[in-house]
């Protein structure tokens, strides 16, 4: 039914940048009502809120360690949510998950593998 998919991961040298990006499908509301967020699960860490933008109006928030280097976004009419990396740091390297809040709850997309690494 509901379906978010995640894309854009891979391996990327320290410094590089990478776009990921969440299509969603299968919403009872339109894409519009949702609140979108990215999330990340590093190796033995629990999970980490990384940016959430609002459905209105569209406010973005980031996490600490990725203020000034990532950039949320999204795009109603494609059902489509961004994730702007630029100057990736090791640290990043994560599971990166895309997660819907909506009128009737929450989902979650199944990852995409980020790895930064010389």
């Known amino acids: 039914q509901v379906q978010l998919v995640e894309s854009g991961g891979g391996l990327v040298q320290p410094g590089g940048s990478l776009r990921l990006s969440c299509t969603a499908s299968?919403?009872?509301?339109?894409?519009?009502?949702?609140?979108m967020s990215w999330y990340r699960r590093a190796p033995g860490k629990g999970r980490e809120l990384v940016a959430v933008?609002?459905?209105?109006?569209?406010?973005?928030n980031y996490a600490d360690p990725v203020k000034g280097r990532f950039s949320i976004s999204r795009d109603n009419a494609k059902n489509v949510t961004e994730l702007q990396m630029n100057n990736l740091k090791p640290e990043d390297t994560a599971v990166y998950y895309c997660?819907?809040?909506?009128?009737?709850?929450?989902?979650w997309g199944q990852g995409t593998q980020v790895t930064v690494s010389s």
């Open positions: 933008i609002l459905r209105s109006p569209d406010g973005a």
């Open positions: 299968g919403f009872v509301y339109s894409f519009s009502r949702y609140s």
């Open positions: 997660m819907a809040n909506g009128p009737r709850g929450v989902y």
